[in-house]
Each structure stands twice: as C-alpha cells, then as structure tokens.
C-alpha cells in the first residue's frame, strides 16, 4: 500500500462480517456435529459447541454491534436441524424465530445473506447415511423450498452449500469432522450429491422468490496450491491435479452441467448449468504441494505449509498475494464476486489489523484489474466454535467470554467499522 494513498472502493460495496449457526448459536443438540464434539478425542482443546456465543438468544445485541460498526451487510446461516427436526417435520417456531432474526437484520438497515448449509447436517439425516445417501438431494430440495417460502421476502442473497469441497475432504478423505469416513468413493458421492442439491435449490429458490432482486450461489472455499518443489515434474502435476480438483471442478461443474474426472466421467447433470448469480469466494491461505509415495490414499498427493513463512494459529500461511491470484481465477466464469470469508486465527490484534490491511490491498488491487467484486464478508463477527479446533482459537472481530457472553470489541473491529462506513481504505488508520 503506498504510503498515503486512499483506496476507494465501488459506489454500493457491502461490508460486513460472517457468522455460522451451529458455531454461534449455541444448544444445537439435535445435529450429527453436536453428536461428534462429544466423543472424546474429536475437538482439539476439548471444548463443544455447548453455548457457544448464545447467538440464538443473544442476536439482538449482535446485531447492535453490527449496527454500531457501520456494516451495510451480514452473513448467517440457518441450522438445519431446528428447522426439520425430524424427517418430513417442520418447524413452524424455529422458521418464525428465523424471520425474527432476518427482521432484525432489517430494521437496522443491513442486508442479509443467508446460507443454508454450513456444515452441519440433522441428526436423522446422518443415521440414514447423509451425504452419501442420494436421496438427501430430495431432502435437501424439499427443505431450501420450506425456508424459501417462509423467509424469501426477506431475503436476497442466497447460499446454498458453504465449501463443499472443504466439507467433503474433512469429512470423507481426511475424516476429522463427522462421519470421520476415509473413503475416495464416498467423497466422489458426496460431492456429486451436493452438486445436484444445490442446482435443485437454485431452482427451487428463484420459484419461491418474490421479487427479481433474487441471487443465489455458493460459497467456495479457494486455497492457493502451489507446487513445494516447482523444478520437479512430479511436484507441479500433482499441484495441478489439487488445484483443479479442489478449486475449480465444483465450480466448473456448475458452469458445464458435467461431472469432470476424476469425479465423473463427463456425464449430464439435470438442471444443474450455470446455476450461480454469483460466486461466493472463502479465501484464507496457501499450501504447498507435492509427490509422496506415502500418500496413495490421496491420489499421492501430500499439502505442506511453506518452511518458514508467517502463519495464523491454525497454521494457515498468511500469504495476502493468494487473495489477488483467487480473485482473478474466478474472473473467467463471468459472475459477480462476494468475498464471503476472509479472516485470520490469532490472540494477536496487531497481526489481525495487518492481515485485514493486506488483503484489502489486494481485493482493491484485484478489482481494479477487472475482478467484479461487490461485497466483503470478514470472518467473523465474534470469536466462535471453530469446529475440530473448538473454542480456543480467535477469529473475531469482537471477544467473546464464554463464562458470561460478555461482547468486546477489538481494536481490529473500529478499524473495520472506518473501512465500511468509508468505503475506503486509508494508511492511516493503521498506524
């Protein structure tokens, strides 16, 4: 960032932060993570979700703070398994605290973007197999129609499925969040059930939608794979193969109606082409990649973080360049940007500010390449159940003392708060 130099961003750019119902809420007892968190050895430091942030309760004075900061926009997502508790099963309270919750947003002046799957699936669902059942893209379908339905006229921003190549590796190669299967075959069922869920909701939500303002998407996790060792053949085709695999055969899939090898073999997906608005990007890190014999589970690919390079505390390279490079990847399908993640794991404020500093340079430096962005969603609001890391890791723009809730901003937060109620950039306010 050159010194002195002001960073304008486009007229009606969201600014906003990001959040996760299960990792917020608090008392989600009847989903398969509430379940896993509770076997000893799942959760890194021990934690569960329990109360988490009591975001269920507690959402009105978050969205006071949200409010306060400035932010024109905010992220959410909706738990599945409040909504359905059980199969068929619908909610008419949880769907009317949802619309309360939305409301919220409303009257103080923020728009909404709404995720329908993050992670977490009903616990009737998983005992029948989950995302390896195929009928979960009925189930699926029939429950993106129900919220479509009820909370449409309060929303406009839609996704579907939070990273569901991240949600297929945890769960089904690497086998760290629950099922815990390790399994190639499954991930290639998951990950072509999620494909036509999604297309299906897609359509289902644009039929229920009041209005034409109507947008849907995903939200896709991008990481930066490069090769470890870039002078050996075999290090460069197996980043290829990762790249490709993990970044792009979703999304291309998406734009095709096919299922690419080595997921598929080319074959037609009904209803599914050009089913995105919008890309969501999730952006946070580069990895390393290359050849290992020892790794033939994972095609022989094994992923390192650079030796030597500046990290988070989840051990994610802090590499802001990869956030440009993500961005203009994405430029080819043609399709307006939401940033719906970014965000670094730290106790550090400092380092927070710096991150948010650095990566913002590089969004601005993207968009004035061409890149169509239109909106920033930082994760996230408050400290949070950071999944298989639990409690302890600090993503948050605001502190959370789980003993008493008690909300405090960081220092991080007011710097923010100048970014959107500016909608700029300016040096110095990191000073």
Known sequence: MNAGKTLEFPKGFLWGT???????????????????EHRRGTIADGTT???????????????????GFGHNAHRLSLEWSRIEPKEGVFSSAELAHYRRVLEALHSRGIEPMLTLHHFTNPLWLAKMGGWENPRVVEYFTRYAKVVASELGSLVRFWVTINEPTVYTYMSYIQGVWPPGAKRIRSAAIVMTNLLRAHALAYHVIHEAS??????????????????????RVCDRAVARLSDFVFNRWFLDAIETGRLAWPIGMGQKVQLLSATQDFIGLN????????????????????????PGCATNDLRWEIYPEGFYRALMDLKKYARPIYVTENGCATPDDALRRSYLRDHLVQLHRAISAGADVRGYFHWSLIDNFEWAEGLGRKLGLVAVDYATQARAPRPSAWVYAKIAQGNKLDPAWFE
Not at 18 to 36: F, I, K, L, M, Y
Not at 295 to 305: M, S, Y
């Open 210 to 231: 009041p209005g034409p303002g109507c947008s849907v998407g995903i939200a896709k996790h991008i990481r930066i794979l490069d090769p470890l060792r870039p002078g």
């Open 283 to 306: 952006y946070y890190t580069r990895e390393m990649t290359r050849f290992s014999l020892s790794k033939p589970q994972r095609l022989f690919i094994e992923n390192l973080t650079r």
């Open 18 to 36: 990001a959040t996760a119902a299960h990792q917020v809420e608090g008392g989600n007892r009847n989903n398969d993570w509430w379940e896993w």
């Open 49 to 67: 979700s329990e109360s988490a942030c009591d975001q269920y309760n507690r959402y009105n004075e978050d969205f006071d703070l949200v409010k």
